[in-house]
């Protein structure tokens, strides 16, 4: 059954090639096209397009339809293009010429829309949560752990020292900024499209005001010419989001990979984490990590995926938007993941204490004993040449008890500060 059937076949290889795998992808957004379902039922009856007692049959069969969703036994077979032409069959079959009346004054376009919208808000919102596990994890991690010092590097030269307490509380601060975008996505998704129709609007005197309150949004996207101009555009807004996160993500588990080698040995973890080698009985391999750094560079290409398929496209629906659900729906699946295993791994986290007991890492306080000449009066050209002399010459003593005192130091990591910025 297709909406737009007039009475004649399609070739199968058109109809394979055009559905693609809409009807997987559909099944994971079924649910919301149930709610916006009902929403508009209730707006029909409202306007008097249909009676009470067809609103009444209408709500209660798309909550069973809703049922068999949440149960998981719900099916788009393939003589169904989507979950759309599915439910409203289903709707015909079990309630008559009243199942026919719910395609009134909407269009697939719409549909897909408000259901798309729905999804994304459900999802940025899990997103955001998951994301504030891993933040609170790092902030805690970095608490315990903030007297324990670390080597730091610029240009993977030893270069200064930091410490546990900061690298983790860095990429928890870091996943604020990332928030900032996921937020931004989700005031875009929180937009109603309903009512659009195929992009132009409807001569019928629906009630959008009533719908977008139905459905919870905190608005509509008024003009209905831009309401389907946003399709691709939300899922980019997203996608947005989900990159930065990634992006985060993906910088941390390269410093596990480096952290977690014999050459650096500052960090490790239980076996359970690791794998090992077919013909290497000493290896523990950070595969968990390896893996959430590739998938997470693979996220950082879903905007550019999503600007190829929609940036040259005029205004008005194209059959081109029916590629956006492919490439977002995977994406907000595997950062889920990612953020999932890589807060399961860190709660096991077993940190060196020693590291710093190794001479070679004394070369890390050569900047804090400059300093401290500098403190005692000595211009800070004159103790630089000073220090790069004994340096070059052997006789460098390092001042390993050093403070740093300021905001962001790791004498002063201003946790507190950093957990207050993340606001809800």
């Known amino acids: 059954m297709k909406l737009w059937d007039k009475g004649f076949s399609t070739d199968k290889k058109i109809d394979h090639f055009t559905v693609g795998n809409d009807r997987e992808l559909d099944l994971l957004l079924a649910k919301y096209d149930i709610v916006a379902s009902k929403a508009h039922a209730k707006m029909l009856g409202k306007i008097g397009l249909i009676t009470a007692q067809e609103t009444e049959s209408l709500v209660k069969e798309l909550n069973e339809i809703a049922k068999t969703i949440e149960k998981g036994t719900f099916v788009i077979e393939d003589s169904f293009e989507d979950m759309h032409s599915k439910i409203e069959f289903i709707l015909t079959k079990k ?32 997103i955001k949560s998951e994301v504030k596990v891993l933040f609170n994890l790092l902030l805690n991690l ?12 610029t240009h993977l030269q030893i270069a200064m020292p930091s410490s546990f307490g900061l690298w983790f509380s860095a990429y928890a601060e ?23 129709a195929a992009g132009y609007g409807s001569s019928f005197p ?35 989001g989900i990159s930065n996160v990634a992006a985060t993500l993906s910088k941390m588990a390269m410093d596990i990979c480096l952290y977690m080698s014999q050459n650096f040995n500052f960090i490790s973890f239980p076996d359970e984490l690791t794998t090992g080698s077919s013909i290497m009985p000493h290896k523990k391999n950070p595969d968990v990590f390896e893996l959430i750094r590739g998938k997470c560079n693979k996220l950082q290409s879903i905007p550019n995926q999503l600007i190829l398929i929609t940036n040259n496209l005029p205004s008005g629906y194209h059959r081109d938007l029916q590629l956006v659900k492919e490439v977002i729906i995977p994406a907000i699946q595997d950062v889920k993941a990612c953020l999932e ?29 400059l300093n401290e000449l500098v403190l005692n009066g000595v211009p800070f050209r004159d103790a630089y040449k000073k220090m790069g002399k004994e340096i070059n010459e052997g006789t460098f003593s390092p001042k390993k008890d050093i403070k740093h005192t300021h905001q962001g130091s790791l004498g002063n990591l201003c946790l507190q500060e950093i957990r207050n910025k993340l606001v809800d």
Not at 115 to 126: G, N, Q, V
Not at 142 to 153: R, T, W
Not at 221 to 238: H, I, S, T
Request: glycine fraction near 6%; avoid cysteine.
């Open 142 to 153: 970095a608490d315990k752990h903030k007297n324990v010092l670390l080597p730091g590097y």
């Open 95 to 126: 309630l008559g010429d009243t199942g026919k009346k719910i395609h009134t004054a909407r269009s697939r376009n719409d549909q897909v829309l408000v259901a798309m919208h729905l999804y994304l808000k459900d999802e940025l919102s899990e």
């Open 341 to 369: 295993i890589l807060t399961f791994s860190l709660k096991e986290v077993r940190v060196n204490e020693t590291i710093l007991d190794d001479p070679k890492y004394d070369y890390l306080f050569s900047v804090d004993t």
């Open 206 to 240: 629906i009630d959008r005001d009533f719908t977008t309150k139905e459905m919870g949004f905190a608005t509509q996207k008024f003009n209905v010419v831009a309401a389907q101009m946003g399709r691709g555009k939300v899922e980019k807004a997203a996608a947005f």
């Open 174 to 196: 870091s996943l604020i900024d990332d928030l900032y975008f996921v937020d931004a996505a989700y005031k875009i998704a929180d937009q109603n499209p309903l009512g659009s």
